[in-house]
């Protein structure tokens, strides 16, 4: 009996997890759920001016 209450808090407790994340994926302000930092740190002007910088140090031929 006690190995049941037992897997059935495990298994309650897993899908609250599942269901957390699924949660926060849905209501990301950021536009991504999983708080990683990756996705905040990708700056596209900064991308853009590094390539434009890199053109104009390149000898043309």
């Known amino acids: 009996m006690i190995q049941?209450?037992?897997i059935l808090f495990i298994f309650l407790a897993a899908v609250?997890?599942?269901?957390?994340?699924l949660y926060?994926?849905?209501t990301a302000k950021?536009?991504?759920a999983k708080s990683c930092g990756g996705c905040s740190t990708i700056?596209?002007?900064k991308i853009q001016q590094e390539l434009e910088k890199r053109k104009a140090s390149?000898?043309?031929v």
Not at 16 to 21: D, G, P, S
Request: proline share 5%; glycine share 4%; hydrophobic share 40%.
């Open 4 to 6: 049941h209450i037992l």
């Open 16 to 21: 609250a997890y599942m269901l957390r994340i």
């Open 24 to 26: 926060q994926t849905f």
């Open 30 to 32: 950021s536009g991504c």
């Open 43 to 45: 700056d596209l002007k």
């Open 58 to 60: 390149t000898p043309s």
